[in-house]
């Protein structure tokens, strides 16, 4: 039996990063940039106006004020999308929406809210709704959004390993770049073993349960955009079992194989793994929930056995099946994100596993204060229903006292 941190590190070693594929920018949100990418486009891609307003000669603000103001003829109007149709005159001011291309000439934006019609103090003075006055000096670049000032053509957008966060498309889709590099995700194959599973509640007929596992599992990778292939239950019958997995193991890159790999008479996923050439890289971790979690190899697939209770289960996909898709994803953190709390209730253990309590994690007058529910037992789910977070208890402890301060791993 071997410690969670030697699982760990074995389960981050043999994980390689997926292959590299293309994905529509739609597509890829979440998921982590296999290549530099480069900009397509300029941003902005013209000299634009980053207000409604005028634009003007700056100069021709030099000492503005109240008392003297300068005198500005409107000429034109430039609407977003629009060319302007003519350059910019002395004295003149041509009026400009956000976004739109600024005349030639200008030199400045002067925002709408900010001039003053010329009726004001003009009165009987030139064409009085066509003239504007500046009351103040405005300075060169002003409300100017210059062309490629945030990034040039062909120049380095997002480098590798960036994390495609929604503000990360959205630079990417300004940018004219619609199809982005990153990693395939794996090929899941999710297998329910046991003869007792039964997924329709009008097959509970006695002895029978109803399948869980996979529901629970695919829910959790829906939530990182995987969708695994769901094989129906598969009965504890030796040929039966070998040959699904034999094709498993051709067809996907990552097994998840449930129940079936403790030490019971029916458990005999290990056996069959062991004759399909899978080697075994691990075998029982010194946790609980858990124990006898499985990890093996064979040629480029994966395969984990994961312990049939669903709550252990469950246990085991957090704490280990997700850093693997997270890491083949092309995560540089991969585990589930951590903290220190305080403890509402006090609890204890025997020596020996790391326990992975499912427990509610409040902040409560700037601490973290962890509550542990009742239902523990590894077949139990409504406390992992109610739950945000692991208490985690470390193999050597054995109390834990009210108040004291421990290490919590929040669920995503
Ligand atoms: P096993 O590891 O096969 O001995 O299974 C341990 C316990 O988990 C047994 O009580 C099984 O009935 C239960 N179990 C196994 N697989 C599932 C599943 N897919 N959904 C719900 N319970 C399961
Ligand atoms: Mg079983």
Not at 57 to 86: M, N, W
Not at 284 to 301: D, E, M, N, W
Not at 355 to 371: D, L, M, P
Request: proline share 6%; charged share 20%; glycine share 8%.
């Amino acid at each position: 039996m071997i410690t969670v941190e030697e699982a760990k590190q074995i389960v981050t070693s043999e994980i390689p990063k997926g292959p590299k594929i293309t994905l529509p920018l739609q597509e890829a949100s979440g998921r982590i940039l296999a290549e530099d990418v480069f900009s397509l486009l300029d941003s902005p891609l013209f000299n634009a106006s980053a207000m409604d307003g005028f634009a003007i000669h700056h100069e021709e603000t030099y000492r503005a004020s109240r008392a003297f103001p300068s005198y500005f003829k409107i000429t034109g109007l430039v609407a977003a999308g629009d060319v302007p149709s003519k350059p910019l005159g002395k004295n003149e001011a041509i009026k400009v929406m956000t976004g739109a291309m600024i005349p030639q000439g200008a030199t400045a934006v002067i925002p709408q809210e900010e001039v003053l019609p010329s009726t004001t103090t003009l009165e009987g003075r030139q064409d009085r709704s066509a003239t504007i006055l500046i009351t103040r000096e405005v300075k060169e670049g002003e409300h100017l959004r210059r062309k490629g000032e945030e990034i040039k053509q062909g120049g380095l957008a997002l480098s590798k390993n960036t994390h495609l966060t929604s503000g990360a498309i959205g630079f990417l889709a300004s940018l004219g770049v619609l199809n982005v590099p990153v990693y395939a995700p794996p090929r899941i194959f999710i297998l329910p073993t046991g003869s007792e599973l039964v997924r329709d509640i009008s097959e509970v007929t006695p002895g029978k349960i109803m399948e869980s596992n996979s529901f629970c599992l695919s829910s959790a990778m829906s939530e990182m955009k995987i969708e695994p292939k769901i094989s129906s239950p598969v009965p504890d019958v030796n040929k039966v079992l070998f040959a699904i997995i034999e094709q498993a193991i051709k067809n996907y890159d990552l097994l998840l194989i449930t129940g079936g790999v403790s030490v019971g008479t029916f458990d005999l996923v290990k056996e069959i793994l062991e004759k399909l050439n899978v080697k075994t890289l691990f075998w029982q971790v010194a946790q609980k929930p858990g124990k006898p979690l499985y990890f093996g190899k064979c040629g480029s697939t994966l395969v984990f056995g994961l312990p049939g209770n669903p709550a252990s289960s469950l246990v085991c996909f957090y704490e280990y099946v997700r850093p693997a898709i997270l890491k083949w994803l092309g995560y540089q953190d991969c585990f589930l994100s951590q903290d220190r709390a305080r403890l509402v209730n006090s609890f204890s253990k025997k020596e020996g596993r790391t326990h992975f309590i499912r427990a509610r994690t409040e902040k409560k007058n700037g601490n973290f204060w962890v509550h542990v529910p009742e239902g523990q037992e590894s077949h139990r789910m409504q406390s992992f229903a109610e739950a945000n977070s692991f208490l985690v208890v470390p193999q050597e402890i054995t109390e834990l006292k009210e108040g004291e301060e421990v290490t919590i791993h929040w669920l995503p």
